[in-house]
C-alpha cells in the first residue's frame, strides 16, 4: 500500500510526486484512479484524470484523421493504440493520448490484454501524441524528458486551447523540434495545424475531404 505522505500529496492531481515503483503500482492498480492517465518516470509519478469535455475529444479526433488517412494513402503501415499503458517495470510508466507503430519490422503487441504494453517484450511507439491545456506545461517538459530515455523516435503535444503542434524528432537521447514528420515523411505539421484550426468551423466530413485532397496532391 502507497505510504500515507504520498496518498496526501496525491489528492491533487496533475503533479510529479516521489514515489517508489511498488507505490506506483497501488495508486495504477486502484479502481478509484481507474479513469487516470498514469505516468512514472525518475522515481516520480503522476496522475492526470481523463478530460471529459469535448474539446478535448474532438482534437484528438482530428489527429486521428490526419495521421490514419496520410499513412493510409501512402500505403504506410500504422497500428494505432488510444489512451494505452506502456510499462517498463520498476523504470517508466506512460499513458499517452494517442501512440503509433509506424512502418514494418516493429514488435508490436497484440491487442489481446488490458495490461500495460511491456516494453520489455515489445517495441515502444514511434510516435506519441499528447493533447492538453492544463497540462501543456508538463506535456512540453518533463514527459518529454521521459519520452527522449524511452525510445520513441517523435513526440507530437498539441496546446488544445490554442490549436497549436509542436513536434519533435527524438534522436540519442534528446529531442529538437521539426516542421515535417520524420516517421511519416512527407506529412507537413503545417497541415496538422491546418486541419485543427478547421475543426472550428467545419464538420469532420468537410475535413477528411480536405485533408484527402491535400494527401492526394502531395
Do not use: C
Request: glycine share 6%.
Amino acid at each position: 500500500m502507497a505510504s500515507n505522505s504520498a496518498i496526501t500529496q496525491f489528492l491533487e492531481t496533475d503533479v510529479w510526486v516521489k514515489a517508489t515503483w511498488e507505490e506506483f503500482l497501488d495508486f495504477s492498480e486502484d479502481l478509484a484512479w481507474e479513469k487516470g492517465n498514469f505516468y512514472y518516470y525518475e522515481e516520480q509519478m503522476r496522475v492526470e484524470m481523463s478530460p471529459v469535455g469535448p474539446s478535448h475529444g474532438r482534437q484528438n479526433s482530428i489527429m486521428i484523421y490526419v495521421v490514419i488517412l496520410f499513412a493510409t494513402l501512402r500505403n504506410i503501415p500504422v497500428v494505432q493504440f488510444t489512451n494505452t499503458s506502456f510499462r517498463k517495470s520498476g523504470i517508466r510508466e506512460f499513458q499517452p493520448d494517442l501512440a503509433y507503430y509506424i512502418g514494418s519490422g516493429l514488435r508490436v503487441p497484440p491487442d489481446d490484454s488490458n495490461s500495460p504494453v511491456n516494453l520489455n517484450e515489445y517495441d515502444p511507439p514511434n510516435l506519441i501524441i499528447e493533447i492538453g491545456a492544463s497540462s501543456f506545461n508538463d506535456d512540453l517538459g518533463t514527459k518529454r524528458l521521459l519520452y527522449e530515455g524511452a525510445g520513441i523516435s517523435e513526440y507530437w503535444v498539441e496546446r488544445a486551447n490554442a490549436r497549436e503542434v509542436f513536434a519533435f524528432a527524438i534522436n540519442n537521447g534528446g529531442s529538437g523540434r521539426i516542421q515535417q514528420s520524420r516517421v511519416l515523411p512527407g506529412l507537413e505539421i503545417a497541415v496538422v495545424q491546418e486541419a485543427l484550426t478547421r475543426s472550428q468551423t467545419q464538420n469532420d466530413g468537410e475535413i477528411n475531404r480536405w485533408l484527402i485532397q491535400t494527401f492526394s496532391q502531395d
